[in-house]
């Protein structure tokens, strides 16, 4: 539910930064919160989270998610979580 507001009609949530893995690795290491993340074969990554994990792993993703978009685009309204 807490990126309800954000998803388009097939799910998608946008627009979003990108993520810099670094930091995701330090956050979860300071918040005392395991998961793993594994490589995709297009170069991307998935991370599993389970429990008290996963909603760590909400909040940083709050902070990627929800970049304004750029004036002109098909929507310069800002999406909220």
């Given at each position: ?68 978009r750029a004036p002109g685009s098909a929507s ?6």
């Amino acid at each position: 539910m807490l990126f309800a507001d954000r998803m388009d009609e097939r799910g998608s949530v946008f627009p979003v930064a990108k993520p810099d893995v670094a930091d995701l690795d330090r956050f979860m290491w300071n918040v005392d919160s395991p998961f793993e993340r594994s490589p995709t074969t297009d170069g991307r990554f998935e991370i599993f989270a389970k429990g008290r994990s996963a909603i760590a792993l909400l909040v940083w993703l709050d902070g990627i998610v929800g970049v304004e978009r750029a004036p002109g685009s098909a929507s310069a309204e800002r999406m909220r979580v």
